[in-house]
Structures are given as structure tokens and as C-alpha cells.
């Protein structure tokens, strides 16, 4: 019996080594092959070239052209990854030279967010960026039409049914967009009930696979998806917890990080991001057993700078120390904004709560109120929103002393008012 299984395609990684680049060559090609294996590809090969500007036509020089194509005859691969963005004209020159498929770092990444997606919302933003990385590269796709022979009588047709295929991706990218906003509608609104009755969030931001699901579980219990594998979680998750002090916060998963993220992927899924820029406090989750952990830091920060999130306080969990070598576990001084954890196994977590309470605790101001037995709703409002310090009981009225949200004290401060000015 025949198997129906589609075969692997067989891929040669191509690099190139630049100056200022934040990640060296070796480890950026190591995560290439990550990616690659992740999206289904079977690695057969890699070259790497140390490049002072990328060439115009091919990006690489043409002797490494030639190499390369050598490497990908000998190993039979029928798809070339390059390490880096490639514009149009040097995919189009480079797979007429190599004579098969070539694809960048972004396009594998769109590839693997699409395998990856499964809410409605994450489907939609995959969707859109990849027909606005593709849009400009449609004049590729029609290359089916060299069997005519090119020439006179040849080019009409062509050019036409490209006209027709570039109006329906930017009709398609608009309904798209139209969808998102929809999406992003009722997002706003179930922030704003959430904002009516205010609740600190903490959102986990980091590297790909640096183990914020794993984080999220075991503070919360949530059932999400836990897998050593890059981008296993895509999709927001929203759960709420108990602060040691007994104070409820929200806690958000969000989508990993990773060196050279598509920016077409920024920009669709803006939305879904947004949940960063508007936590109260981020908890930066860095897997201090990858030997690369301070350049991936320096890659989560930098795109955190990009969508405006650079300002919001932040405290590290500086995961997997457990696994990681002594010599290269965080210095005296970065443990000052961060805390050695093992999500895996429990350890440190309590230790990283209190610090992450501390930083909420900064938003909060302290109430001292004697509210009347019969208002229970102000009363369950404090409890449900910030910390109790001290409840007494008095003569028909509760002395209440906690934190609480400055908006959350704004809105009940209000009705305390008219309350007691019932009574006087």
C-alpha cells in the first residue's frame, strides 16, 4: 500500500553575515532551520556569505549564487530559504538562476503563522499579510506563461490576467481589513466593560518559545497550548489571578517574538498587539538557558519600541535557569529588574508575583472609607477590585482600608460622597 502523504520538500538555507546585525550569522541560521523544520520543510543543506551590502540583483554575490546552486542539484532540494527579506526582483532573478522555488525568512514565517492560526481574528491577520507580501511579487506567478514563446501576441493576455489578479488581492485585502476592524470593534468594547470595572493587566511578552505559555499555566491553570516548538501559540489568551496579596489581576498571553519578524505581520495583527501597549505592567519571559538570551531581549525591546510599548513597566522572568550554564545566568545587576524562575517547576514563581504585585501596587491609591452595610456593591467592588488592608465592623457601616485602582477610587469615591452626605 502506497502512502498518500506528501513528501518533505528538501531545503538549502542560504545567510549572509552583515555588519550591526543583532544576531550572529551561526545563530540566525540555527533559527532558520528551526523555522524551516517547523513549517514542514526537511533541511538538506546551508551556505552562508559575509556580505558588507546585500547585491541589488541577487542579494548574495554570484558566486555564491553558483554555489548554492550546485549544493541544491547534489542535495536534489526543490526550495531555497534565504536568511533575510529579498525583494521582488531578486526572488524573481534568483529562482531563474537556481532554477526552482526560492522564499525568504518572512515568507516562512507568514507560512507558519497560517499553519498556526485557529481563531477567526488570527486567520484574518495571517490572511492579510500575506496577500500584502505577496502583492508586490504577483509578476512571478505568472510565469507559466514563458511556454507561448514570448514576444509579439504573447504579452497582452499575461499583462491583463496580472491586472486582474492584482485588483482582486487589493479587493480582498480591503474586505479583510474591513473584517479586522469589525473584530477590533467588539475587542474595544470587551476592553471597555473590563476598563469599567477596572482590573490591573499583565501581559507576558518574549522570545519565541521562551516559555510564557508554560508561565501562564502555571500561574493560572489555564489550558493552553504548551509545545517545544517556535510560534506554538498564536492566538491572545486572557485569564484572571490572584496577586499574593489577594488583589485580582488579568493575565494576557500574547504572540512570541522572533529576529527579523515580518513587519507585514506587525502590522496586521496591530489589533491583537494592542494588548501590550495598554497592559499595566509587561512580565518579559527570557529563556536565559538559550546561550543567545540578551540579543533575543534586545529583539523582544525592539519591536516593543515599535508599537509603542517601550514605556509601560516591565519586570523579567528569567526562565529556565535550571537548565541554563552557571556563567551565563543574569548579572547582580539585571536580577535588580527581574526574577530567576522555572516555569516547569514551580520555582521562584512566588518570588515573581511579589515583584510583579509591587509594580502593580505603584498604580493603586489607598482608600480609608466607612461605607454603610447596606451599600454591598461599593463594598464587593473594593474587594473584587484592589487589596484589602483592614475591614472593621462598626455600628451598621464596615471601616475599609485597601488599594484599589486611582479610576476604580474615582468611580466608587462618588457614590461614598453621596452616601454619606444621605446621612449627615
Known amino acids: 500500500m502506497h502512502s498518500?502523504?506528501?513528501?518533505?520538500?528538501?531545503?538549502?538555507?542560504?545567510g549572509a553575515?552583515?555588519?550591526?546585525?543583532?544576531?550572529?550569522?551561526?545563530?540566525?541560521?540555527?533559527?532558520?532551520?528551526?523555522?524551516?523544520?517547523?513549517?514542514?520543510?526537511?533541511?538538506?543543506?546551508?551556505?552562508?556569505?559575509?556580505?558588507?551590502?546585500?547585491?541589488?540583483?541577487?542579494?548574495?554575490?554570484?558566486?555564491?549564487?553558483?554555489?548554492?546552486?550546485?549544493?541544491?542539484?547534489?542535495?536534489?532540494?526543490?526550495?531555497?530559504?534565504?536568511?533575510?527579506?529579498?525583494?521582488?526582483?531578486?526572488?524573481?532573478?534568483?529562482?531563474?538562476?537556481?532554477?526552482?522555488?526560492?522564499?525568504?525568512?518572512?515568507?516562512?514565517?507568514?507560512?507558519?503563522?497560517?499553519?498556526?492560526?485557529?481563531?477567526t481574528e488570527g486567520k484574518l491577520q495571517v490572511e492579510l499579510a500575506q496577500l500584502e507580501y505577496l502583492l508586490p511579487r504577483l509578476t512571478r506567478q505568472w510565469t507559466h506563461l514563458s511556454r507561448l514563446g514570448g514576444g509579439v501576441g504573447t504579452r497582452g493576455p499575461g499583462e491583463t490576467q496580472l491586472e486582474v489578479d492584482r485588483r482582486r488581492v487589493r479587493e480582498r485585502v480591503s474586505v479583510l481589513k474591513r473584517r479586522l476592524a469589525e473584530v477590533e470593534r467588539t475587542r474595544a468594547l470587551h476592553r471597555s466593560q473590563r476598563t469599567a470595572a477596572p482590573c490591573p493587566t499583565v501581559a507576558l511578552v518574549g522570545y519565541t518559545n521562551a516559555g510564557k505559555s508554560t508561565l501562564m499555566h502555571r500561574l493560572t491553570g489555564a489550558d493552553v497550548r504548551i509545545e517545544d516548538r517556535l510560534f506554538a501559540t498564536l492566538d491572545p489568551t486572557v485569564r484572571r489571578m490572584r496577586m499574593p496579596g489577594g488583589a485580582p489581576a488579568l493575565l494576557v498571553d500574547t504572540v512570541g517574538f522572533i529576529h527579523k519578524l515580518p513587519h507585514q505581520l506587525i502590522e496586521a495583527f496591530k489589533s491583537t498587539l494592542e494588548q501590550v501597549t495598554t497592559a499595566t505592567v509587561l512580565l518579559h519571559v527570557v529563556d536565559v538557558s538559550h546561550a543567545g538570551w540578551r540579543e533575543h531581549v534586545q529583539v523582544v525591546d525592539g519591536v516593543l519600541r515599535e508599537i509603542g510599548a517601550a514605556q509601560v513597566p516591565t519586570w523579567f522572568a528569567f526562565n529556565k535557569f535550571d537548565a541554563a550554564c552557571p556563567d551565563a545566568l543574569p548579572s547582580r545587576t539585571e536580577l535588580e529588574r527581574g526574577t530567576l524562575v522555572s516555569a516547569l517547576r514551580g520555582d521562584g514563581v512566588e518570588r515573581l508575583l511579589g515583584h510583579v504585585e509591587t509594580l502593580l501596587d505603584a498604580g493603586l491609591v489607598r482608600i480609608d472609607?466607612?461605607?454603610?452595610?447596606?451599600?454591598?456593591?461599593?463594598?464587593?467592588?473594593?474587594?473584587?477590585?484592589?487589596?484589602?488592608?483592614?475591614?472593621?465592623?462598626?455600628?451598621?457601616s464596615i471601616?475599609?482600608?485597601?488599594?484599589?485602582?486611582?479610576?476604580?477610587?474615582?468611580?466608587?469615591?462618588?457614590?461614598?460622597?453621596?452616601?454619606?452626605d444621605a446621612c449627615s
Open 369 to 396: 472609607w466607612e461605607v454603610p452595610l447596606a451599600r454591598g456593591d461599593v463594598l464587593a467592588a473594593v474587594r473584587r477590585g484592589g487589596r484589602v488592608l483592614e475591614e472593621r465592623s462598626g455600628d451598621g
Open 4 to 14: 498518500t502523504a506528501r513528501a518533505a520538500e528538501r531545503a538549502v538555507l542560504v
Open 399 to 420: 471601616r475599609i482600608t485597601a488599594l484599589v485602582p486611582a479610576k476604580l477610587a474615582g468611580q466608587l469615591r462618588k457614590t461614598v460622597d453621596e452616601v454619606r
Open 17 to 119: 553575515e552583515q555588519p550591526g546585525a543583532s544576531i550572529p550569522v551561526a545563530e540566525s541560521m540555527l533559527e532558520l532551520a528551526r523555522l524551516a523544520e517547523t513549517a514542514g520543510l526537511r533541511v538538506v543543506g546551508q551556505a552562508t556569505q559575509a556580505l558588507r551590502r546585500p547585491q541589488p540583483a541577487t542579494f548574495v554575490g554570484t558566486g555564491k549564487v553558483a554555489e548554492v546552486k550546485a549544493l541544491r542539484e547534489h542535495e536534489q532540494a526543490n526550495v531555497v530559504v534565504f536568511d533575510d527579506a529579498l525583494s521582488p526582483a531578486q526572488q524573481r532573478n534568483l529562482e531563474q538562476e537556481l532554477g526552482c522555488k526560492v522564499i525568504d525568512r518572512s515568507a516562512l514565517i507568514l507560512d507558519i503563522f497560517a499553519q498556526r492560526a485557529q481563531s
